[in-house]
C-alpha cells in the first residue's frame, strides 16, 4: 500500500523473518556515516518533508527501513540516489536526528565505486566534473564546470545568455585560484582511497 508520500511499498518490502536479518549493513552506515539507523521511529517525517519525494522511486523512511533489514541491492540500484539533491530537509525534520542526506551520499558513492549504472546519468557526470575540480584546485569554477557539462552533454549554447549575464555581474568566475594547502587536500582524496580498499 502507498505510504503517506503515495509511493508503493510493496515493491521493495517483501516478509523478513526477524532472525533473518543481516545487521552488516546498518553497522556499515553507523561507521561510515556516524548514523545510528536503530534509532529511527518511522514517524515519516523526512519522507513528508523531502523536496524531491515527488519523483523518488524509493522514499526517505523507506531507505532507513531497508538499511535497518539488510537491503543492500535495492539501495544501490535505486534512482532516488541520483534524484536526491542533498537539500537535508529530511534531517531538519527528523526528530531522531538520521542525517539521511549523508547516507544517501555514501551509498551514491558505494554504487558508483561498485559500477552500478546511475539512473540519471547526466547527475552522475556532473558528479564527476565537480569532484575533478576539487581534486585539482580545492574549488570550483563555475563558469569551468558548467560550460563543460554542457559541452559534455551536447547542449552547446544552454545557458549562455544567463552565463553571460552572471559573469557581466560578477556572480561567477570563469577560473578559480587554488587553494593555498594543496598537500592537505591530496592527503583528504588518498585517505578517501585507501578506505574505498578497505572496504
Ligand atoms: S524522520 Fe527520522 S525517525 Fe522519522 S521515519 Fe524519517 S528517519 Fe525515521
Ligand atoms: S537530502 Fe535528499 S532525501 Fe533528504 S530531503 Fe533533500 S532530496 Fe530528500
Excluded at 17 to 29: G, H, V
Excluded at 92 to 102: F, L, M, N, S, V
Amino acid at each position: 500500500m502507498p505510504d503517506a508520500s503515495g509511493i508503493e511499498t510493496q515493491a521493495f518490502f517483501k516478509t523478513i523473518k526477524l532472525d533473518a536479518i543481516d545487521d552488516s549493513l546498518p553497522q556499515e552506515i553507523k561507521t561510515a556515516c556516524g548514523v545510528d539507523v536503530e534509532t529511527c521511529l518511522e514517524c515519516g517525517k523526512c519522507s513528508g518533508g523531502c523536496s524531491n519525494v515527488r519523483i523518488f522511486d524509493i522514499t526517505p523512511r523507506q531507505v532507513v527501513k531497508l538499511i535497518k533489514t539488510g537491503q543492500e541491492k535495492p539501495l544501490l540500484a535505486m534512482d532516488a540516489l541520483w534524484a536526491c539533491v542533498s537539500c537535508q530537509l529530511c534531517g531538519d525534520r527528523c526528530p531522531a536526528g538520521i542525517d539521511i542526506a549523508r547516507i544517501m551520499d555514501y551509498l551514491r558513492e558505494k554504487a558508483y565505486q561498485k559500477g552500478i549504472k546511475a539512473t540519471r546519468y547526466q547527475v552522475q557526470l556532473f558528479h564527476e566534473l565537480m569532484l575533478g575540480f576539487i581534486k585539482k584546485t580545492g574549488r570550483v569554477a563555475e563558469g569551468q564546470l558548467i560550460i563543460r557539462f554542457n559541452l559534455k552533454t551536447g547542449r552547446y549554447f544552454k545557458d549562455a545568455d544567463l552565463g553571460r549575464r552572471l559573469f557581466l555581474k560578477g556572480k561567477i568566475k570563469p577560473f578559480s585560484s587554488k587553494i593555498k594547502n594543496r598537500e592537505d587536500l591530496r592527503r583528504i582524496f588518498q585517505e578517501s582511497i585507501e578506505r574505498e580498499e578497505d572496504q
